[in-house]
């Protein structure tokens, strides 16, 4: 069974920094689009950040410059980086998997294989 771990969530201030990880040793092929979503209570979950195989990136308008996604083919890693965050960022967040696509990453149908979720919670 495929598996998407994700690890590094916690509470900080407002202006605050954390790095999410995401374990994938299930998935064999390396080259499928990535992604991290996050979700609160009552909302629809949302993307955050997708990658390519390439390395292109996607981001949502609302973290654009704060956040980074990166990978790493080697180690079936994922990250992401965020920076200033703010209280909106508060949410439960998932690592996700395509299936077999490698790019156009932003379609969230795409996404077969997702985490349980590691919490982040902003404070103002």
């Known amino acids: 069974q495929v598996q998407l771990v994700e690890s590094g969530g916690g509470s900080v201030q407002a202006g605050g920094s954390l790095t999410l990880s995401c374990d994938a040793p299930?998935?064999?092929?390396?080259?499928?689009?990535m992604a991290w979503y996050r979700q609160t209570p009552g909302q629809n979950r949302e993307g955050v950040a997708t990658?390519?195989?390439?390395?292109?990136?996607g981001y949502a308008d609302s973290v654009k410059g704060r956040f980074t996604i990166s990978r790493d083919n080697s180690e079936h890693a994922v990250y992401l980086q965020m920076n200033g965050l703010k209280p909106e960022d508060t949410g439960m967040y998932y690592c996700?998997?395509?299936?077999?696509?490698?790019?156009?990453?932003?379609?969230?149908?795409?996404?077969?294989?997702w985490g349980q979720g590691t919490q982040v919670t902003v404070s103002s």
């Open positions: 990658i390519a195989f390439d390395r292109e990136t």
């Open positions: 299930g998935i064999t092929d390396s080259r499928v689009c």
């Open positions: 996700a998997a395509a299936g077999d696509a490698y790019y156009s990453c932003w379609d969230g149908y795409k996404y077969v294989t």
